[in-house]
């Protein structure tokens, strides 16, 4: 079933590394091939609810690895019996 989870990551670095810590977070979640669309405030992925909260994990983890020394993140959770998409929300807006 498929549900969207929205993440924003907000590392604790210099102002100067915001954007490549968050770019490397991008780069992951891209790379795990989950459908996402990427905002100007978070990213929003569709899956597997397990899977997505997964990545929300890794996400933090290479934050630090990028060196934060910590990371606060926003995660919006949409599950509804059924799925739900990107697309049936957003699609008629592209």
């Known amino acids: ?7 924003q990551v907000i590392p ?7 954007y490549p810590v968050v770019d ?9 091939g989950v459908v996402h669309t990427v905002g100007p405030m978070e990213t929003t992925m569709e899956g597997d609810l397990e899977e997505l909260l997964n990545i929300v994990k890794r996400a933090q ?11 606060c993140s926003v ?5 509804k019996p059924g799925g739900v ?7 008629k807006y592209r």
Do not use: F, H
Request: charged content about 25%; overall charge negative.
């Open 1 to 7: 079933m498929l549900t969207n989870v929205s993440l």
């Open 12 to 18: 604790s670095v210099p102002e100067s590394k915001i």
């Open 24 to 32: 490397a977070v991008i780069e992951y979640i891209q790379s795990t």
């Open 61 to 71: 983890e290479i934050c630090v690895e990028q060196g934060a020394e910590r990371v």
């Open 75 to 79: 995660v919006k959770i949409d599950y």
């Open 85 to 91: 998409t990107i697309d049936e929300k957003v699609g």
